[in-house]
């Protein structure tokens, strides 16, 4: 049987130059991408849902903070995006860690 907490793939490490903090939001009226507030964790592969206007960025392959070459894991991690405020939050944790819904 497998192990629900191991990682879903095999070499997370393998890809560096995906994980990221850094959030764009696109402006239609001025036909541009402006930089957000970073997310607490960095992260690739990760669920994104919106929901009463706010962006829910859940689990992904990634580090706490900025990558600093620390290694990278499965996150159980959520945060919550509100663009109003341009700030982030912390979600409830999910049961288990999450890939790309």
């Not at 206007?53 to 990558?67: H, K, R």
């Not at 996150?75 to 819904?101: C, F, K, M, Q």
Request: hydrophobic share 25%; net charge negative; with cysteine.
């Amino acid at each position: 049987m497998a192990d629900p907490d191991r990682c879903q793939t095999d070499h997370p490490d393998d890809e560096p130059d995906r994980l990221s903090s850094r959030v764009f939001q696109f402006d239609p009226v001025k036909d541009r991408w402006i930089e957000c507030e970073n997310m607490r964790y960095s992260r690739y592969r990760c669920g994104v849902a919106a929901l009463n206007g706010e962006i829910y960025v859940l689990g992904g392959i990634g580090c706490e903070g900025e990558d600093r070459g620390q290694s990278r894991r499965c996150l159980s991690s959520v945060e919550i995006y509100n663009p109003e405020e341009d700030a982030w939050r912390s979600g409830p944790t999910l049961p288990t860690s999450l890939l790309s819904l």
